[in-house]
């Protein structure tokens, strides 16, 4: 008895479709959809990814809510809270770059007030000044030049010019180099020895300060003040 062929089965209905669909789309316009399909969803996942913080944006804020809850004080208010230093007001004229009057922290010396004037001029005479003492609130500052005559020195204090003895607390270094046997560098050394550890008890405090012996202490008696 001749075997009788199965018969295929037939194909879905769907794969069918699918197929046919296939066919007449073509398979260079479905890989162009499915590429086209990609860019869109890579697109909208670009516009709706929320923005990225760098951290350079992060710092400063976190910085500026840290001090805030902290309640710590800024560096700037800091620095803008501390007492300012004392200064001292000078007249600089002379042969100078440039003559007038300058502020100076306390303890400034010649040389200092020179060179906020701009510094010397050629023909100056440096010699005729001490670069290196210390100067005082409303001194005025003469560099001569070469070959012209210093300025006038006052007179020594006598009786008519000094009524009273004179304070060591007070007075100026050109007040106490006028004082009998004290010169310029005994008078810088007293006036540093007042800014360095503050105002004479009396005046045999003078002791303590360099170039004033007991025989010289016991000249100055009556002649100054605390």
């Known amino acids: 008895m001749p075997e009788v062929p199965e018969r295929p089965e037939p194909p879905q209905p769907w794969r069918a479709r699918l197929v046919q669909w296939c066919r007449w789309v073509g398979t260079g316009r479905l890989a162009t959809g499915s590429v086209l399909v990609v860019v869109v969803l890579l697109?909208?996942?670009?516009?709706?990814?929320?923005?990225?913080?760098?951290?350079?944006?992060?710092?400063p804020v976190a910085s500026r809510r840290t001090s805030t809850s902290s309640g710590s004080v800024p560096i700037a208010l800091v620095t803008t809270a501390t007492a300012p230093t004392a200064e001292v007001v000078v007249d600089v004229a002379g042969a100078v770059r440039r003559g007038g009057v300058y502020r100076l922290p306390s303890g400034a010396r010649v040389v200092d007030a020179?060179?906020?004037?701009?510094?010397?001029?050629?023909?100056?005479?440096?010699?005729?000044v001490n670069l290196a003492a210390?100067?005082?609130?409303?001194?005025?500052?003469?560099?001569?030049?070469?070959?012209?005559?210093?300025?006038?020195?006052?007179?020594?204090p006598t009786v008519t010019t000094t009524p009273g003895p004179v304070n060591i607390n007070t007075a100026s270094e050109a007040t106490l180099d006028r004082l009998p046997?004290?010169?310029?560098?005994?008078?810088?050394?007293?006036?540093?020895?007042r800014m360095r550890y503050g105002r004479f008890a009396s005046v045999d405090d003078l002791a303590s300060v360099h170039g004033i012996g007991p025989s010289k202490l016991e000249a100055l008696r009556g002649?100054?003040?605390?």
């Not at 210390?134 to 020594?156: A, H, K, Q, S």
């Open 181 to 193: 046997g004290i010169g310029p560098a005994t008078a810088a050394a007293i006036v540093a020895h």
């Open 114 to 128: 020179l060179r906020a004037a701009g510094g010397c001029t050629p023909d100056a005479n440096r010699d005729a």
């Open 43 to 59: 697109v909208a996942y670009w516009l709706v990814k929320p923005p990225q913080v760098s951290s350079g944006v992060q710092l």
């Open 134 to 156: 210390l100067v005082t609130d409303g001194e005025r500052i003469y560099l001569p030049r070469i070959g012209e005559p210093p300025p006038p020195v006052e007179p020594p």
């Open 223 to 226: 002649l100054v003040t605390v």
